[in-house]
């Protein structure tokens, strides 16, 4: 059985300041179709993941990678990309394993957008605005999820998660299994029998609305302007002097 790792520390409630339903419009932004999601066929890396509990800045590097392959602007991230983040921001040394404790989906956040995250030709990429959504509230998830390509979600996982990965299997709630660790999970996407597309251990995972309820203890869309053509307007038809409007209230 290959290895994985852990890597995401508990949530802390309040600690991403603002709210989705707080900057945007709910009511009018576009309901997004049953069955939605890039990414689903491309090759994902595992980005030391199987070595290091550095799952926050991985799953970020793969959203990064799923928003500039969609305008034909692939990037690369590498393992030592990754593990330098992860290292900036918890103190993780690669020859001290006491150090690999994990990171924070609110700090990483706040380093996404502040310093960016560096890619394997050392160029780094920022986000604009993240805001935090309620785990129980599927509605905003597939709403975020399909209008910016990704959101990013922390779980506590159980060990029936793991047999079920292994057995390449949705992730769904089995009673009674003990948590193994926190993860992080960026969700791209949704399929016809509703359950949520993640990117996890590099490969491709669904997940039942049931498990996200149960398991999830926080979610958090991330805006960035890398997603904007060059015509101004995102893939699903935002436009740019209004978006940074909101950006200006965060």
Not at 79 to 85: G, N, W, Y
Not at 93 to 122: C, F, H, L, S
Not at 186 to 204: F, H, K, Q
Request: hydrophobic share 35%.
């Amino acid at each position: 059985m290959r290895e994985y790792k852990f890597g995401k520390t508990p949530a802390r409630p309040g600690s991403v300041q603002f709210k989705m339903s707080e900057f945007f419009d709910l009511g009018h932004l576009p309901n997004p179709p049953l069955m939605f999601g890039l990414g689903k066929n491309y090759t994902w890396e595992m980005l030391a993941n199987d070595r290091v509990g550095d799952c926050v800045f991985a799953g970020q590097a793969h959203l990064e990678q799923l928003w500039h392959t969609q305008f034909n602007r692939p990037i690369d991230f590498s393992d030592e990309s990754v593990i330098s983040d992860y290292s900036a921001v918890t103190g993780y040394n690669p020859n001290d394993p006491n150090t690999d404790n994990g990171t924070d989906m609110e700090t990483a956040a706040k380093y996404w957008r502040k310093n960016g995250i560096v890619d394997a030709e050392g160029k780094r990429h920022q986000i604009d605005a993240y805001v935090s959504i309620p785990k129980w509230r599927f509605d905003q998830i597939a709403t975020a999820a399909w209008l910016f390509d990704g959101v990013g979600l922390g779980i506590m996982v159980p060990d029936s998660a793991m047999k079920q990965f292994e057995q390449q299997i949705p992730w769904s709630v089995v009673p009674g299994s003990p948590v193994r660790g926190g993860h992080f999970v960026p969700v791209i996407g949704r399929n016809s029998r509703g359950n949520y597309w993640g990117i996890t251990w590099g490969r491709i995972h669904a997940m039942t609305p049931e498990f996200i309820a149960t398991y999830a203890d926080e979610c958090i869309a991330y805006l960035s302007l890398d997603i904007l053509d060059t015509k101004g307007l995102s893939r699903r038809g935002f436009d740019l002097p209004k978006l940074q409007e909101y950006l200006k209230k965060l």
